[in-house]
């Protein structure tokens, strides 16, 4: 019988997870580091977590769960790969804070309404059939007043749609990178919607990878090697966000960004 979306994603996950070396993670700099605005932009819009419940949906190595832990929330890491929840398990016990872990399916979340005050997603939507019924579900179990927090990559940038062409080894076959139309139909579910898109001139250091440095994309995940050399990227980094700021001024240019980010509020 030919898999279905859900049994590819949960193979590709399980088997990416089995590769994870949890001590060679540094958690902080998936939210702090000059690579990460996406998650620098969620930050500001959320404030701070001491004392609530956060549900990590599409936890995967775990990272958003520990770091969200270490700033005192109580953090749910699920995923629909039992691979990667042992993973994120295995990243809360390096780091010494406590989360739970549990396999979900983002399409149908198995825990009752009003669950959480703050539901976090980081590169899931596009893995799922209908990123909709996701978002729909991630508003049924929040409380009133709580944030859906995600941020995905969106299908109009040609120089991204390139690389997805080429890195194949490295994403599943079914993956469908979000329309921003999307955030449209986030505005008519929550009370409040804060956003913004990321990455169009930054994008250069993608480029410098592939066509100067000849990092084969299939061999290095380049949304993560943005995040472990972020150090050595920072002033290129900097420099190319003025250039995007200035850009994304200009009518329909933030639809031509790599990554879309998304705070809304129940």
């Not at 084969?216 to 949304?223: A, S």
Request: glycine share 4%.
């Amino acid at each position: 019988m030919k898999e279905d979306i859900y049994s590819r994603e949960k193979k590709f996950h399980d088997t990416w997870a089995s590769t994870i070396d949890v001590d060679g993670i540094r958690v902080a700099d998936y939210f702090e580091a000059c690579t990460a605005p996406e998650n620098r932009f969620i930050l500001k819009q959320l404030g701070t977590v001491d004392g609530l419940r956060v549900l990590d949906l599409g936890c995967g190595a775990g990272e958003n769960s520990v770091y969200f832990a270490q700033r005192g929330a109580r953090c749910v890491a699920a995923d629909y790969s039992p691979g990667m929840v042992d993973t994120a398990l295995k990243l809360g016990q390096a780091n010494n804070v406590e989360i739970s872990g549990k396999v979900i399916n983002a399409m149908s979340i198995d825990f009752p309404d009003n669950s959480f005050d703050v539901v976090y997603a980081s590169n899931l939507l596009h893995h799922l059939p209908d990123p909709r019924t996701a978002i729909q579900e991630m508003h049924r179990v929040l409380k009133p007043g709580g944030k859906a927090c995600f941020w995905d990559p969106l299908k109009h940038n040609p120089v991204i749609n390139i690389y997805r062409r080429i890195a194949t080894e490295v994403r599943t076959e079914d993956e469908m990178p979000l329309d921003i139309n999307i955030v449209d139909f986030v505005g008519e579910k929550f009370s409040r919607t804060d956003w913004n898109t990321f990455w169009i001139a930054t994008l250069w250091i993608f480029l410098d990878f592939y066509l100067i440095k000849r990092v084969d994309p299939n061999k290095e995940r380049y949304w993560k090697k943005i995040i472990i050399e972020h150090k050595d990227l920072e002033k290129t980094y900097y420099r190319l966000e003025k250039v995007d700021r200035k850009l994304k001024r200009l009518p329909l240019v933030k639809r031509f960004a790599w990554n879309l980010a998304v705070v809304a509020t129940k």
